[in-house]
C-alpha cells in the first residue's frame, strides 16, 4: 500500500481531502483490484490536468485549444530576435559536404534542421525530401516505402488514394524522426521532357490541384509541416537556377497559380516552397508578385515561405518580397538579416511576420503538440498502399483483339523481353529518390548504393510476379540487348510483353520524347516476330510510340513504387480491371508541342567567373547578365487545351484510359442554379469496373478562350449491366477568366457549354450551364 500512498501523494497538495477521503474508503471498505487501479488512474489523470494547468498558466501557447494563429501570436511575443531569426534559415544538410555547418549534424539525416527555441516548448524542425516515400532511408539505416510516382497517382483521378499515398509518407516520416516534408509538387506539365515531370501531376490545374491538395492534406494530418511546391512555373530543368519563364499574369494566374490555389485551398499546408527560376525577371524566392501580392495577400496563406535548397538571392529583396525562410544555410537570412534589422534597413515587422508564419505551421500541424517517436516503418501497410495505389493508376492505353487480360487456357508461353524486368522495375531520380531495400535491383549484391541520378531499379520483378500468378504457364525472359535474340524468344511464345522504361530525374530534362537506349526499335523487331506482342511502359512522361501499328497492346504503369510488380501482375491477368486515365497527353511527335525545339542556353548566358556562389547557387551577377529565358506564349492553353485550339490531335488524350469492360453514358441533365450537372454511366461489358466519368466546359460564345477545361469528375463502380446516376458539382474557379487591370476574377455571365464523357476527346453527352 506505500505504493498507493505515493501515487496519492501526487495531488494530495491540491486535493487533500479527496486524497484522504480515498485512502480512507480503500482501508475501511478494501475496495477490490479493479477498483483499485480505477482510483490510481483518476487521480493519476488529475495530476496530470493539474501539471498541464500549471505550464499552461506559464506557457499560455502550449493550450492546444487555442487556435494556431492565437498560439504563435503569444509564443512571438516571448521570443528575442536572435531566437526570431534562428527560425528564418537552415543549418546545413547531411551527406552534402558542400552545406555544413555547426548544426547539420542534427539534421538526422535529412535534408534540414531549423532551430526551435527550446526554453519556449517550441521544436526545431527536421526536414526530409520525400517526394514519393521518404529520401536517403538506405544511407541512414533505414527503410521507407515508394509510392507509385505522384504522375502515377494522378493517373487513378482519385482523392481517397492520393489521401492514403500522403498518410503512408507522412507515418513513415515521423517513424524516422522527421516532422517536415519536401513533397506536394503541383507544377503543370507544360513542359513533358521535364525531367521531374514523375514528380509533379499532369497538365490540368483542376485535377493536379485536387490529387496534390489531398495528398498533402493527410500526409500532414500525420502531424508533420505539408509543403506544396516548386512555386512557380518551375516547368523545365534547363537552366533551371537562372531560366526566366516568361508569361502574363492573366495565363500563369489561370493555369500553374490556379493549380497551386486549389492544392493550396485543399491541403492547408504550413509551407510553401519557392523556385530556383525567374517569373517575368525576378526570382521565385524573391518574387513579390507571386510571393507577396498573390499566395500571401490575395490567397491569404498563412504559413511560411521557404526557399528551394540554395535558391535564395539577396537579403533586404528577399525577405521584403515574402520569403520567411532560406534554405540550407544562412548566407542571406542569419548575420547579413541580422545586421540589416539593427541597421533598420529590415524593419521588425517583416521578422515577425516571417517567425509568425514559422511559428503558425508548427502549431497547425501538430509538431509542438505531437512531436515524432521513432519506431519501426509499418512496412506491410507501405506495400499495400502502394500496391492498391499504382492498381487504380496503370492506365490500359491499347487492347486489340482483346489481347488483355492473359487467359491460361489460350495462353501456354509468354516471352518477356527487356526492361531488366528478370529483377525490378525503374524508379524517378534525384531528390525524390527513394532507396530501394537492398540497393539497387540491377547492381550486384554489395554495389547498389545510390548516387545522385544513378538509374535505380527497385527489387520488384514483373517475372516473378507473373510466374507466381501463372504457374502452369511457360514463361521465359530475354534481356533485349539483342533485338534479334528478343525477336527468335518472341516468335515461338503465344504472347510476347516487351518492358520498357524512360528514366527522369531532377537538374535535366530528357532530349526527347523517344524511348531511349533504342528501345523503339526492339519494340518493332519483336511486334514483327509476334503479332501479340504487348509493351508495357515504365515512363515518367508521355513517351512517342513510332510502334504502337504494330502492336496489339500498351499498359503504362508509371514508375510503379514498392509493389509495382504485384499490381502489374494483377491487371495483367484480370484480377484487377484497368481504371486510371491519362493525366496529361500523349503527343504524337514534339513537332505537336507548344515548344517543338526546347530552349536552349545562349552562348552568352553560359556561366562566367563570379557567376556560382559557393552554395552552388548562381549569384545576383549571373542574373543580371543572364539572358536565358522561355516564353510561355501558349498561355493557358497547357496540354489538352492547346491540341483543341491548335486542331491537332495527341496520339493519346488527356483523360483517355481503356477498361477490359465497356461504358455508355446518357440522360445528361444540367442544373445551372446549383451548378451540377447528372447524368447515368451504365456498365455494358461482362466485367465488373470502375468509369471516370469527366465533365469539361466551355465558356460562352465570343469569349477568347473556346477550349474545354476540365471542371469536375467521378469514379463510378460498377457491375456488370449495372447503372447509376451520377452527379458532379461543376468547379466554377475553373470557368472565370482572369482580369489583369483590376486584379480580380469574372465569372461571365452567359451559356457555358457542359461535355461529359470518358475523355477530353470523347464527350458524347452536351447541354449548357447558365449563368446569369
Not at 340 to 363: C, N, T
Not at 415 to 440: E, K, L, W
Not at 619 to 636: I, K, L
Request: hydrophobic letters at 40%.
Amino acid at each position: 500500500m506505500s505504493f498507493v500512498r505515493i501515487q496519492l501523494g501526487l495531488v494530495n497538495s491540491r486535493h487533500p481531502s479527496l486524497v484522504n477521503r480515498t485512502w480512507r474508503q480503500m482501508q475501511n471498505r478494501k475496495l477490490g483490484l479493479y477498483l483499485f487501479f480505477s482510483v490510481i488512474a483518476v487521480l493519476g489523470a488529475v495530476a496530470a490536468a493539474t501539471v498541464a494547468a500549471a505550464q499552461n498558466a506559464d506557457r499560455p501557447w502550449m493550450n492546444p485549444s487555442l487556435s494556431p494563429e492565437e498560439r504563435a501570436n503569444l509564443v512571438l511575443k516571448q521570443m528575442t530576435l536572435d531566437e526570431k531569426l534562428a527560425l528564418l534559415h537552415g543549418n546545413g544538410m547531411a551527406h552534402a559536404p558542400q552545406w555544413q555547418m555547426p548544426l547539420s549534424h542534427l539534421t538526422n539525416g535529412g535534408a534540414g534542421y531549423v532551430e526551435g527555441v527550446e526554453r519556449l516548448g517550441i521544436p526545431p524542425l527536421v526536414i526530409s525530401d520525400a517526394g514519393y516515400g521518404v529520401r536517403d532511408s538506405g544511407a541512414n539505416g533505414r527503410y521507407s516505402t515508394a509510392m507509385p510516382s505522384s504522375l502515377g497517382a494522378a493517373a487513378s483521378w482519385d482523392a481517397d488514394s492520393a489521401c492514403e499515398f500522403g498518410t503512408v509518407i507522412g507515418q513513415e516520416l515521423r517513424a524516422q524522426g522527421f516532422n517536415m516534408t519536401l513533397g506536394g509538387g503541383v507544377d503543370l506539365a507544360r513542359e513533358p521532357r521535364n525531367g521531374r515531370s514523375f514528380e509533379y501531376a499532369g497538365e490540368d490545374p483542376l485535377l493536379a490541384g485536387t490529387v496534390v491538395g489531398n495528398l498533402m492534406k493527410c500526409e500532414q494530418a500525420q502531424h508533420v509541416v505539408g509543403d506544396i511546391k516548386h512555386y512557380v512555373m518551375n516547368d523545365q530543368e534547363t537552366g533551371r537556377f537562372f531560366v526566366n519563364a516568361v508569361i502574363s499574369k492573366r495565363a500563369m494566374q489561370e493555369s500553374d497559380l490556379l493549380a497551386f490555389h486549389i492544392a493550396i485551398s485543399i491541403a492547408n499546408p504550413g509551407a510553401v516552397m519557392c523556385s530556383y527560376n525567374r517569373i517575368n525577371g525576378d526570382f521565385g524566392c524573391e518574387n513579390a508578385y507571386t510571393l507577396q501580392d498573390v499566395l500571401k495577400n490575395d490567397w491569404g496563406f498563412k504559413g511560411f515561405v521557404i526557399s528551394d535548397w540554395a535558391g535564395t538571392h539577396s537579403t533586404e529583396k528577399a525577405s521584403a518580397a515574402g520569403l520567411d525562410q532560406e534554405q540550407p544555410m544562412a548566407e542571406f537570412f542569419g548575420p547579413k538579416l541580422k545586421e540589416a534589422v539593427e541597421a533598420g534597413r529590415v524593419p521588425m515587422s517583416e521578422i515577425d511576420d516571417h517567425a509568425r508564419r514559422v511559428l503558425y505551421a508548427e502549431f497547425l500541424s501538430g509538431v509542438v503538440d505531437d512531436p515524432p517517436q521513432k519506431g519501426v516503418v509499418d512496412a506491410e501497410k507501405g506495400f499495400e498502399v502502394a500496391q492498391q495505389v499504382e492498381e487504380k493508376s496503370i492506365v490500359l492505353l491499347k487492347n486489340t483483339g482483346a489481347v488483355l487480360p492473359i487467359v491460361p487456357a489460350k495462353v501456354r508461353s509468354i516471352a518477356i523481353i527487356g526492361g531488366h524486368a528478370d529483377v525490378g522495375m525503374i524508379s524517378g531520380g534525384g531528390s525524390a529518390q527513394v532507396d530501394p531495400p537492398g540497393g539497387n535491383a540491377i547492381m550486384p549484391p554489395g554495389k547498389g548504393a545510390t548516387n545522385w541520378q544513378d538509374h535505380i531499379w527497385f527489387p520488384t520483378s514483373p517475372l516473378k510476379a507473373l510466374r507466381a500468378r501463372l504457374p502452369n504457364t511457360k514463361i521465359d525472359f530475354d534481356a533485349g540487348t539483342d533485338p534479334e535474340s528478343a525477336a527468335n524468344l518472341a516468335k515461338g511464345a503465344d504472347l510476347a510483353i516487351v518492358f520498357a522504361s524512360q528514366w527522369l530525374s531532377e537538374d535535366m530534362d530528357v532530349p526527347s520524347l523517344s524511348l531511349p537506349d533504342n528501345q523503339d526499335a526492339l519494340i518493332e523487331q519483336v511486334a514483327s516476330a509476334n503479332p501479340h506482342t504487348i509493351v508495357v511502359l515504365e515512363t515518367g512522361t508521355a513517351v512517342t510510340m513510332p510502334w504502337i501499328d504494330k502492336v496489339a497492346g500498351v499498359v503504362e504503369a508509371w514508375y510503379a513504387g514498392s509493389s509495382g510488380h504485384k499490381a502489374l501482375a494483377n491487371v495483367l491477368v484480370g484480377d484487377i480491371n484497368p481504371s486510371g486515365k491519362l493525366p496529361m497527353s500523349f503527343p504524337k511527335s514534339e513537332a505537336d508541342l507548344p515548344h517543338p525545339e526546347r530552349p536552349q542556353i545562349p552562348a552568352e548566358s553560359q556561366t562566367r567567373a563570379g557567376d556560382v556562389a559557393d552554395n552552388g547557387a548562381p549569384t545576383a551577377n549571373a542574373s543580371a547578365h543572364n539572358g536565358y529565358a522561355v516564353h510561355y506564349d501558349e498561355g493557358p492553353q497547357v496540354g489538352y487545351k492547346w491540341y483543341e485550339t491548335q486542331k491537332k490531335q495527341p496520339m493519346f488524350a488527356f483523360g483517355f484510359g481503356l477498361s477490359y469492360t465497356s461504358y455508355a453514358y446518357s440522360g445528361l441533365s444540367v442544373d445551372s442554379a446549383a451548378k451540377c450537372v447528372s447524368f447515368t454511366v451504365k456498365n455494358t461489358g461482362k466485367r465488373a469496373g470502375a468509369e471516370i466519368a469527366e465533365v469539361y466546359a466551355r465558356l460562352p460564345k465570343g469569349s477568347n478562350e473556346s477550349y474545354k477545361r476540365l471542371v469536375g469528375w467521378k469514379r463510378v463502380s460498377l457491375s456488370p449491366g449495372e447503372s447509376k446516376i451520377v452527379t458532379v458539382p461543376v468547379d466554377t474557379r475553373v470557368l472565370q477568366t482572369f482580369d489583369e487591370a483590376s486584379n480580380r476574377w469574372n465569372f461571365a455571365p452567359g451559356d457555358y457549354e457542359v461535355l461529359v464523357g470518358p475523355a477530353s476527346e470523347s464527350t458524347p453527352l452536351s447541354g449548357n450551364l447558365t449563368v446569369p
